[in-house]
T-cell receptor, first 115, second 111 residues
Framework: NAGVMQNPRHLVRRRGQEARLRCSPMKGHSHVYWYRQLPEEGLKFMVYLQKENIIDESGMPKERFSAEFPKEGPSILRIQQVVRGDSAAYFC?????????????FGPGTRLTVL | KNEVEQSPQNLTAQEGEFITINCSYSVGISALHWLQQHPGGGIVSLFMLSSGKKKHGRLIATINIQEKHSSLHITASHPRDSAVYICAAMNYGGSQGNLIFGKGTKLSVKP
């Protein structure tokens, strides 16, 4: 049973380009979360999605960032017109049901570097 | 003041020592998570607990809901336990998906 998968593991972009980060949840999990870890800082919640729905995006920057979790395929975190401050590790997690009482399993992360 | 506070920030131990990492939180929670982040960066979920105590191998996690405090203990520590340990609170009544993270405790176990 494969765990949460993220790709790419490392992504380098120049300022102004777009970054697309993918997350495939564990089999049977329909709840996905994205977190960001800035250098030398703790993890911060970004967005919580269920299939085809955004449940909570209170941690997502209002501009340039978007997330989706389509009926088929992985969840995508998209960052448009990247800036140096977007350089961070982005982690995805998934759970089998609502997060209130269900464990979240984390992927290996995507390390984004913006030149 | 952060809603989730961990102590100590850094911890160095000799192999074999008993280790305790503390986590205090100020929000109402439905559950508290302990996570381990290795130098390579990957995150592993160690425990999720909402009351009492859980044990897995040499790791023990406890939580006191009334005191809003949790501890992670490592018995017979080993160099391979060297990692950053993070506690995270699932905020009850707040945003549905919002885990609030502590800043982590960096543990180094010397042989």
């Amino acid at each position: 049973n494969a765990g949460v998968m993220q790709n790419p593991r490392h992504l380098v972009r120049r300022r102004g380009q777009e970054a697309r980060l993918r997350c495939s949840p564990m089999k049977g999990h329909s709840h996905v979360y994205w977190y960001r870890q800035l250098p030398e800082e703790g993890l911060k919640f970004m967005v919580y999605l269920q299939k085809e729905n955004i449940i909570d995006e209170s941690g997502m920057p209002k501009e340039r960032f978007s997330a989706e979790f389509p009926k088929e395929g992985p969840s995508i975190l998209r960052i448009q017109q990247v800036v140096r401050g977007d350089s961070a590790a982005y982690f995805c997690a998934s759970s089998v049901a609502v997060p209130t009482y269900n464990e979240q399993f984390f992927g290996p992360g995507t390390r984004l570097t913006v030149l | 003041k952060n809603e989730v506070e961990q102590s100590p920030q850094n911890l160095t131990a000799q192999e074999g020592e008993f280790i305790t990492i503390n986590c205090s939180y100020s929000v109402g929670i439905s559950a508290l998570h302990w996570l381990q982040q290795h130098p390579g960066g990957g995150i592993v979920s160690l425990f999720m607990l909402s009351s009492g105590k859980k044990k897995h191998g040499r790791l023990i996690a406890t939580i006191n809901i009334q005191e809003k405090h949790s501890s992670l203990h490592i018995t017979a520590s080993h160099p391979r336990d060297s990692a950053v340990y993070i506690c995270a609170a699932m905020n009850y009544g707040g945003s549905q998906g919002n885990l609030i993270f502590g800043k982590g405790t960096k543990l180094s176990v010397k042989p």
